[in-house]
């Protein structure tokens, strides 16, 4: 069992920065994959970043490339999200989600365990 806690949502300019944190607990930790997902008002979840246990392997959608970093510090038992130049269509409420395994899968519906989400809004 996983527990997951997010933080560090909030309402920022377009342009603007944030960086999210999901606490994780459990001893085996970096045998999880994590991601972070996003679902905005009237849209299904999507997919935003996923890393592997170690932390060396990681994927984004295309429309977060070169804007959204995701990382892990395992002896801390956190993953982040760094998110540079935001937009308003960053809107949306971000999940962060766990999966034991090694597989990068891109599904919603692949990950055992989920945060409550953090509300990112960015305003225009």
């Known amino acids: 069992q996983v527990r997951l806690v997010e933080s560090g949502g909030g309402l920022v300019q377009a342009g603007g920065s944030l960086r999210l944190s999901c606490a994780g607990s459990g001893r085996t930790f970096n045998g999880y994959i994590m991601a972070w997902f996003r679902q905005a008002p009237g849209k299904e979840r999507e997919n935003v970043a996923r890393i592997s246990g170690g932390g060396g392997v990681t994927t984004y959608a295309d429309s977060m490339k070169g804007r959204f970093t995701i990382s892990r510090d395992n002896a801390k038992n956190t993953v982040y999200l760094q998110m540079n130049s935001l937009k308003p269509e960053d809107t949306a409420v971000y999940y962060c989600?766990?999966?034991?395994?090694?597989?990068?899968?891109?599904?919603?519906?692949?990950?055992?365990?989920w945060g409550q989400g953090t509300q990112v809004t960015v305003s225009s």
């Open positions: 989600a766990a999966l034991f395994g090694t597989d990068l899968y891109r599904a919603p519906d692949k990950y055992d365990y």
